[in-house]
């Protein structure tokens, strides 16, 4: 069975640039999460799909991310302008979904580390 | 707000020095308490839930514990493949619902020498 996938890995962008982040969840896992890390901190929640819907997304940090998850399958985020402080490795985890949204044990991606200069 | 503390932030070990990581949390309401592994490079990888406190789930070297206030990762005789940063989690329930994302701690990163 295919595990969360990733795209790209790696991004070097410009300040002010456009990036778009992808992430395939394990097939058949209503509930897709985005994290992020930056640098010396903890992992931190950004936004909980349970298929389509956005169940939460009190962790977005301000109006230049958008995400979004098509027909419940695949999700990407956008970060539009990109800013220095954006920098760090965004990782997706989906899990098998149940009522309200939660769930067993998530499954994380390799993360993509975005770079912005 | 949701709280969990690691500690310690680093440790070193001989291979087969017995050690126990802690996570202490703060939540309103715990649905569950997750602990991962996380390689460089790669995405956390899981390990154990545990749901209410007594619990204690093993596997190999592992065995994680679970109070009213913290966790631990309890690591026997570990040996240099062990080596890895140990991500400890909760999973929150308030007024009655239970949220999916994880309130992660900072990690401990764990070496192991041969």
């Known amino acids: 069975e295919a595990g969360v996938t990733q795209f790209p890995s790696h991004s070097v962008i410009e300040k002010g640039q456009t990036v778009t982040l992808r992430c395939d969840p394990i097939?058949?896992?209503?509930?897709l999460y985005w994290y992020r890390r930056v640098m010396g901190k903890e992992i931190k929640f950004l936004l909980h799909?349970?298929?389509?819907?956005?169940?939460?997304e009190s962790g977005m940090p301000n109006n230049r991310f958008l995400a979004e998850r098509t027909g419940g399958t695949y999700s990407t985020l956008k970060v539009q302008p990109a800013e220095l402080e954006d920098s760090g490795v965004y990782f997706c985890?989906?899990?098998?979904?149940?009522?309200?949204?939660?769930?067993?044990?998530?499954?994380f991606g390799q993360g993509t580390r975005l770079t912005v200069v | 707000e949701d709280q969990v503390t690691q500690s310690p932030e680093a440790l070193r070990l001989q291979e087969g020095e017995s050690s126990s990581l802690n996570c202490s949390y703060t939540?309103?309401?715990?649905?569950?308490l997750f602990w991962y592994r996380q390689d460089p490079g790669k995405g956390p990888e899981f390990l154990f839930t545990?749901?209410?406190a007594g619990e204690e789930k093993e596997k190999e070297r592992l065995k994680a514990t679970l109070t009213k206030k913290e966790s631990f990762l309890h690591i026997t005789a570990p040996k240099p493949e062990d080596s890895a940063t140990y991500l400890c989690?909760?999973?929150?329930?308030?007024?009655?619902?239970?949220?999916?994302?994880?309130?992660f701690g900072q990690g401990t990163i764990l070496t192991v020498h041969p």
């Open positions: 985890a989906s899990s098998q979904g149940v009522f309200q949204g939660w769930g067993t044990e998530a499954f």
């Open positions: 097939s058949g896992h209503d509930n």
């Open positions: 799909f349970v298929k389509e819907s956005k169940q939460d």
């Open positions: 939540v309103s309401g715990l649905r569950g």
């Open positions: 545990l749901y209410s």
């Open positions: 989690a909760v999973q929150a329930i308030r007024g009655g619902t239970s949220y999916g994302k994880l309130t």
